[in-house]
């Protein structure tokens, strides 16, 4: 069966500064004419931040397209699209916790919403810690929570996490692990 959408045209409905609207217009598997309305993402990176002694390091924000604070793992976008997806990690590591780490783990990527955007979520492992000061951007306001793993686990369980890169991340964590 053929799945595949085949791009007819391409409008950009708007340009921004994290992300861009564009509106397709597509020929559908029957033949059909359809239109698809795409947020274009430059990426990002989250990291599962790690100390020796099994604290996760997470952070408490304000997310204003839902209004609500959630607890997360540090995340943050790409400066460019080109950007090394660890180069990113290990500064927004820095800015939003002010820690460094020394050795880090690739768990590969997620989309978030690919009905609707093409953002891809590189997913990271920081461990090796070392505390250097944070030093968030300017309209960033977090809060750093340090938490065993086991309590991580349960504040999913209990939806304290509704944060789904926080809880993909934990999962490949426990998948990666398993091997080792």
Request: glycine share 6%; proline share 4%; aromatic share 8%.
């Amino acid at each position: 069966m053929k799945l595949k959408e085949e791009e007819i045209s391409k409008e950009i409905i708007f340009k921004g500064k994290i992300l861009n609207l564009e509106m397709y217009n597509v020929r559908l598997p029957n033949g059909n004419i359809s239109t698809r309305e795409v947020v274009e993402h430059p990426g990002a990176v989250a990291i599962l931040a790690i100390d020796e002694e099994d604290n996760v390091y997470l952070v408490k924000q304000y997310r204003f397209p839902i209004r609500k604070i959630l607890i997360e793992i540090p995340a943050g976008k790409f400066d460019s699209p080109d950007e090394d997806p660890l180069e990113c990690g290990k500064r927004e590591l820095a800015e939003e916790t002010g820690m460094k780490a020394k050795e880090w783990i690739y768990l590969g990527y997620i989309y978030t919403t690919p009905g609707f955007s093409n953002e891809k979520i590189h997913l990271y492992v920081a461990k090796r810690l070392d505390n250097v000061g944070s030093e968030p951007d300017d309209d960033e306001f977090v809060e750093v929570l340090k938490v065993n793993i086991h309590e991580v686990e349960q504040m999913i369980e209990n939806g304290e996490i509704i944060d789904a890169k926080s809880i993909c991340a934990l999962y490949r964590y426990k998948q990666f692990n398993k091997g080792s």
